[in-house]
């Protein structure tokens, strides 16, 4: 699942990146069955098509196993992909407002835009007064950056850098600011937090900043039947043939989508803050207890996590949030079904853990473990789950 790929499990507001991230799980009917194989053959001939020259994945592929890292620099040499971004108001005005009413961070600065993509934020920073961008993007999108930046006339303050940070020569020693959108759903997925964190170490000054700089994952719990027997119950008899061993891997993908905040059946625990100015990257590796009690009696079917950044160095503490209790963003929600369904009294709590880790073939998935016990008048449950983002 790479970040801002469709995730065929998503039930809602599908977005325009479907048709060049799945197209093999576009739906056919009986009736279609001729035009089925000239479109497999089409669409098999688009993906042989997909270039994987520009930004060279790290991982071999292996046959049709591709992983999030083979799609993911292909992914972001498209528009839609950037559109998307773009459009979710929440996340890119949240960066306008930081930058517009805190030129005092910017004025004369230098500032290095970790993967500038259309090179949005080095446009902000860059009418906030910087003295120099340096907007680094190693997909396609990087020929249309400096095109933009040019129509724009800001060739002067921005110099668009094609490559991968971790490769490039940046013409300067030092910059003052680091700014980067380099969360992924469940915040971590992608990995390209350690692209930031290479970039700090490498190049920002002593008391030098990152925006934003701190990041926060939260987890709750969902009542959510309905939908659990669509995605996972679904498996158990389809057409009448037990379907059950795919039932088993969609219980271990978790699930991006949009959960309403009716809902919510506990509070909302903090598993874990990072501060990205000070934190090393195997602080992307930890495990995190939690107690979630029961506001309501109710049924409990998945967990659900979601995060929040936050710009702590401008006049005000700026930042967004992506918690089902906020205005929705294209990151969703990320829900994590259980097992068993939970039957649970106001009050009574589902404690446990989460440990979370890069996964060690394809560091940009994400291996969540998942310890949870609930001893309550009506479930007695202590289970150990495991999921894989990818
Ligand atoms: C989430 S997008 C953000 C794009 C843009 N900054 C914005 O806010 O709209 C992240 C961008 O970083 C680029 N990227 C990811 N890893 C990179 C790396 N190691 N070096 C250079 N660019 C990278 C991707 O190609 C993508 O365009």
């Known amino acids: 699942m790479a970040r801002r790929r469709n995730n065929n499990n998503q039930s809602s507001s599908s977005n325009n990146n479907e048709s060049f991230s799945h197209p093999q ?4 009917s009986i009736d279609d069955e001729e035009e089925e194989e000239e479109f497999v053959e089409e669409m098999t001939t688009e993906s042989s098509n997909l270039d994987h020259s520009m930004c060279e994945a790290d991982e071999t592929l292996i046959g049709s196993d591709k992983t999030s890292a083979d799609y993911y620099f292909d992914s972001y040499s498209h528009f839609g992909i950037h559109e ?3 459009k979710d108001a929440v996340r890119t005005k949240t960066y306008q407002n930081v930058i517009y009413k805190n030129t005092f ?4 600065k230098i500032v290095l835009d970790v993967g500038a993509g259309t090179g949005i934020l080095s446009l902000f920073c860059a009418k906030a007064g910087a003295k120099h961008v340096y907007a680094v993007e190693c997909s396609q999108m990087a020929d249309m950056a400096k095109e933009i930046v040019e129509t724009n006339g800001f060739s002067n303050v921005i110099t668009v850098l094609k490559g991968k940070v971790e490769e490039i020569v940046l013409p300067v020693p030092k910059v003052d600011i680091i700014i980067s959108e380099w969360m992924g759903y469940f915040l971590l997925f992608e990995n390209m937090l350690d692209t930031v964190l290479y970039a700090r170490n490498k190049w920002l000054i002593n008391d030098g900043i990152v925006l934003p700089d701190k990041a926060s994952l939260y987890l709750t719990a969902i009542e959510d039947a309905e939908y659990k027997e669509d995605k996972i119950e679904f498996w158990n008899n389809v057409y009448g043939f037990d ?8 219980m271990m993908e ?5 959960v309403d905040q009716n809902q919510i059946v506990t509070n909302c625990q903090l ?8 934190m090393s990257s195997g602080d992307v590796s930890f495990t995190a207890p939690f107690k979630l009690v029961a506001e309501r009696s109710d049924y409990i079917h998945a967990l659900v996590a979601y995060f929040d950044v936050s710009f702590t160095k401008c006049h005000k503490l700026m930042g967004f949030s992506t918690g089902p209790r906020s205005r929705a963003t294209h990151w969703k929600q990320t829900v994590l079904y259980l097992e068993d369904v939970l039957t649970i009294c106001e009050g009574e709590a589902v404690v446990g853990s989460m440990t979370v880790a890069p996964n060690k073939k394809n560091p940009r998935d994400v291996d969540i473990m998942l310890k949870y016990e609930l001893n309550g008048q009506h479930s007695q449950i202590k289970r150990t789950q495991h999921y894989k983002m990818r």
């Open 25 to 28: 799980v576009t739906k056919l």
């Open 84 to 86: 998307e971004m773009l």
């Open 105 to 108: 961070l910017f004025k004369d």
């Open 243 to 250: 379907m059950k061993c795919i039932k088993k891997q969609s």
């Open 254 to 258: 978790p699930l991006v989508d949009t």
């Open 271 to 278: 598993l874990k803050t990072m501060d990205i100015s000070k």
